[in-house]
């Protein structure tokens, strides 16, 4: 044996076989006798034998990694569904390398298949580039699957969150309660989940003719939060729907600092359902959206994929949130 430890080739000559063999049955393959396999991992347990992964990603030709590209870390909603899609993977035996694609959206499609040739399978989450650029990704980098895009032309599957509906719950919820004078937080330029919610104010706009609904600019994070809270006040609104619950708690913050009271003089509501909506001052009302569920669904849709290669798959499936009541939100001040 070689001083770094035991070789193929070592494994081979103990157990009086040839590398070819030892290779096949390292690999899982169940076309080598029974009596001869058995041999071969005798041998190798005897050795301390472990196969090179690089060697064994040669050999079949894949290298059991799966990139998933997201566009930052910032959000808990996209670990939510990162940690879905791990979960998944791990029980069929895949890795997963994240990569991050960042803030520039013309660099993204160089970024998509870059991670792709390190890998032998590609989950995009929250892809924010043009719907063309998308198309020629996906039909570069199949097997491919994109998540949290609302699409149906797309060449690969497609999993969505129903921002629509989510937003539709959120308003109604406040007009339940008595307001008809609302502002909406919207998520940053580029956010493709912000038009679908845009369609849900004008949506309400049509069923509430008495109803009000100013859009205010916001953005993606608790610093965005904190900008938009005076020009969320200044509308008069008596309540305000936030892009994402990461805007809303530094809405809340800085209402705070205002001395604004939130429920009492303003409701204020979130969406995503994150775990610092549940710690916020006061607890945020939301939507819960099932990040987990998204993401074990992406891991079932790439799987599928890996196992028919070249099999056009167009799966397209939304998931709707659920309104979640905490004390950020009561009936419109007298």
């Known amino acids: 044996m070689r001083k770094n430890g035991p070789t193929i080739g070592d494994v081979a000559a103990l157990a009086e076989v040839s590398r070819a063999t030892v290779s096949r049955v390292m ?3 169940t076309t080598v006798d029974p009596g001869i396999a058995e041999r071969v991992r005798s041998a190798a347990a005897s050795l301390n034998y472990r196969p090179s992964n690089l060697a064994r990603s040669l050999s079949l030709g894949r290298t059991g990694t799966v990139a998933v590209s997201v566009p930052d870390l910032r959000n808990p909603m996209l670990h ?3 940690q879905g899609v791990t979960e998944a993977a791990e029980r069929d035996g895949y890795h997963l390398l994240v990569s991050i694609a960042g803030e520039d959206i013309a660099a993204e499609e160089a970024h998509f298949l870059d991670a792709r040739q390190r890998c032998d399978g590609l989950i995009l989450i929250n892809p924010r580039g043009p719907q063309e650029q998308l198309r020629a990704v996906l039909q570069q980098a199949a097997p491919a699957v994109v998540v949290n895009r609302e699409t149906s032309t797309l060449p690969a599957p497609c999993l969505s969150i129903d921002h629509q509906y989510g937003l ?4 109604e919820h406040l007009v339940s309660l008595g307001h008809r004078h609302l ?6 330029q580029g956010a493709v989940s912000d038009p679908p919610r845009r369609r849900a104010v004008s949506a309400a706009l049509d069923t509430h003719p008495q109803l ?3 859009i205010v600019d916001g953005g993606r ?3 965005d939060g904190r900008r938009a809270a005076e020009s969320a006040v ?7 729907l936030v892009f994402n619950d990461l805007v809303a708690v530094g809405l809340l913050a800085r209402l705070h600092e205002l001395g604004v009271d939130v429920p009492g003089e303003v409701s204020v509501t979130g969406f995503d359902d994150i775990d610092l909506s ?4 006061p607890a945020l009302t939301t939507v819960g959206v099932p990040h987990h569920d998204l993401g074990r669904a992406a891991w079932a849709e790439m799987a599928a994929l890996l196992r028919e290669p070249g099999v056009d798959r167009r799966t397209v499936r939304s998931f709707r949130p659920q309104l979640v009541l905490r004390e950020s939100t009561e009936q419109v001040p007298a």
């Open 212 to 214: 009000r609904i100013d």
């Open 183 to 188: 502002a909406y937080v919207a998520g940053p």
């Open 234 to 240: 200044s509308t008069g609104a008596t309540g305000v």
């Open 221 to 223: 994070d608790v610093f």
């Open 27 to 29: 690999n899982g393959s």
């Open 278 to 281: 549940h710690c916020s001052f």
């Open 80 to 82: 939510a569904v990162l």
């Open 168 to 171: 539709t719950l959120l308003i």
